[in-house]
């Protein structure tokens, strides 16, 4: 049973920049396909990002440019950075994880393990 635990989160200003990761345990993500996902108050759960087993990658629209997701196999370990932050940003985030090497999606009901979150705020 893999577990996932976000950090990284915190409140910055407008335009500023935050570093998320996400860490696994009880089993290797290497061949795990893995995405971030926001949650405001009051909205529905968003895929952000993803990245499969062979580095490829997906964004929503909104953050294309804007936020890059990475992971680091040997580390077990999702990250996404997140630049020029804007007041529309405010969420938690949440990292996820299917065991399938190509799930290349952003929708949340194909993944099968998630982390608790992890709260940004943006300040203008």
């Known amino acids: 049973q893999v577990q996932l635990v976000e950090s990284g989160g915190g409140s910055v200003q407008a335009g500023g920049s935050l570093r998320l990761s996400c860490a696994a345990s009880?089993?290797?993500?290497?061949?795990?396909?893995m995405a971030w996902f926001r949650q405001a108050p009051g909205k529905e759960r968003e895929g952000v990002a993803g990245?499969?087993?062979?580095?490829?990658?997906i964004y929503v629209d909104s953050v294309r440019g804007q936020f890059t997701v990475s992971r680091d196999s040997a580390k077990d370990t999702l990250y996404l950075e997140m630049d020029r932050l804007k007041p529309e940003d405010p969420a938690k985030y949440y990292c996820?994880?299917?065991?399938?090497?190509?799930?290349?999606?952003?929708?949340?009901?194909?993944?099968?393990?998630w982390g608790q979150g992890t709260q940004v705020t943006v300040s203008s």
């Open positions: 996820a994880t299917v065991d399938r090497p190509y799930e290349l999606s952003l929708l949340p009901t194909l993944f099968e393990c």
């Open positions: 009880g089993a290797s993500i290497r061949e795990f396909s």
């Open positions: 990245i499969v087993s062979s580095g490829s990658r």
